[in-house]
T-cell receptor
Framework: NAGVTQTPKFQVLKTGQSMTLQCAQD?????MYWYRQDPGMGLRLIYY???????DKGEVPNGYNVSRLNKREFSLRLESAAPSQTSVYSC???????????FGQGTRLTVV | DAKTTQPNSMESNEEEPVHLPCNHS???????IHWYRQLPSQGPEYVIH???SNVNNRMASLAIAEDRKSSTLILHRATLRDAAVYYC????????????FGTGTRLTVIP
């Protein structure tokens, strides 16, 4: 059982470049989340998708867009990367409210 | 949004019990208390969660104060593999159903 899979694991971008981070889960979960993790700040929610076909902003959505392609996949796009977006990005999913969330291994993104 | 307060770091000797405290004085009546941990270079991992009653599972126990303003994660016998950052999180029951992470407690286990 793969759980939550994120690709790529590492990425270096130049300022202004765009890229899409991929996330897929094989647990038939309804809810999916994208977080960023910066030193000393814990994880902060960027966007979430409560169910297939819906997406909503979290705490820090500026500079990002998301797509819930189907029930399994939830992608995060940076249209024009900035150095302030250097971070570790984590994708998570959960079945319903009040149940545990499963996290991917993370994507370490550096914008130079 | 409700927030949690945890000590930045704690140490424990191997095979001794560990009590990790968490304060959440602004918790709402429907917020669940979740604990996750993050090992180096890995994503967060679920440990345990509860609402009002104490909870036990194979990894740990969760003791929740009667007024729900604080809780304690108990690792009964710390091992070197338990060295991680432990996050006490309140999970909202509306909107995003988000997990609000703080900065967590870094647990060091001494052999």
């Amino acid at each position: 059982n793969a759980g939550v899979t994120q690709t790529p694991k590492f990425q270096v971008l130049k300022t202004g470049q765009s890229m899409t981070l991929q996330c897929a889960q094989d647990m038939n979960h309804n809810s999916m989340y994208w977080y960023r993790q910066d030193p000393g700040m814990g994880l902060r929610l960027i966007y979430y998708s409560a169910s297939e076909g819906t997406t909503d902003k979290g705490e820090v959505p500026n500079g990002y867009n998301v797509s819930r392609l189907n029930k399994r996949e939830f992608s995060l796009r940076l249209e024009s990367a900035a150095p302030s977006q250097t971070s570790v990005y984590s994708c998570a999913s959960s079945l319903i409210r009040d149940t545990e969330a499963f996290f991917g291994q993370g994507t370490r993104l550096t914008v130079v | 949004d409700a927030k949690t307060t945890q000590p930045n770091s704690m140490e424990s000797n191997e095979e001794e019990p560990v009590h990790l405290p968490c304060n959440h004085s602004t918790i709402s009546g429907t917020d669940y208390i979740h604990w996750y941990r993050q090992l180096p270079s890995q994503g967060p991992e679920y440990v345990i969660h509860g609402l009002t009653s104490n909870v036990n599972n194979r990894m740990a126990s969760l003791a929740i104060a009667e007024d729900r303003k604080s809780s304690t994660l108990i690792l009964h016998r710390a091992t070197l593999r338990d060295a991680a950052v432990y996050y006490c999180i309140l999970r909202e029951q509306t909107g995003a159903n988000n997990l609000f992470f703080g900065t967590g407690t870094r647990l060091t286990v001494i052999p």
